[in-house]
């Protein structure tokens, strides 16, 4: 069983930066693909981007392609998204998610999931 545990978030203007992090515990940390995910009021829970269990293959959303970057420390069992040139738009909770087995962007293909963090781009 992985435990999650995301931090980072928090209140950012339009075009700044935010960077979260996802510490996972209890389990073999690399043999999980990570994902990160999120939602906003109103709204399904949606893919923003995945990495394999070696980091070698990263998957992102269009609506974040060139501006957030996932990376992953197996040494420190953490998960990271950098997200640059934030937008208002990009105001959600993000949640981490681990899987067993390759890199997917599917939800439903998760098997542990953090609590989320906040993330609030003001205009």
């Known amino acids: 069983q992985v435990q999650l545990v995301e931090s980072g978030g928090g209140l950012v203007q339009a075009g700044g930066s935010l960077r979260l992090s996802c510490a996972a515990s209890?389990?073999?940390?690399?043999?999980?693909?990570m994902g990160w995910f999120r939602q906003a009021p109103g709204k399904e829970r949606e893919f923003v981007a995945a990495?394999?269990?070696?980091?070698?293959?990263?998957y992102y959303a269009d609506s974040v392609k060139g501006r957030f970057t996932i990376s992953r420390d197996n040494a420190k069992n953490t998960v990271y998204l950098q997200m640059n040139s934030l937008k208002p738009e990009d105001t959600a909770v993000y949640y981490c998610?681990?899987?067993?087995?390759?890199?997917?962007?599917?939800?439903?293909?998760?098997?542990?999931w953090g609590q989320g963090t906040q993330v609030t781009v003001s205009s």
């Open positions: 998610a681990a899987r067993t087995g390759p890199i997917v962007t599917i939800k439903n293909r998760y098997d542990y």
């Open positions: 209890g389990g073999t940390f690399s043999t999980y693909a």
């Open positions: 990495i394999s269990r070696s980091g070698s293959t990263t």
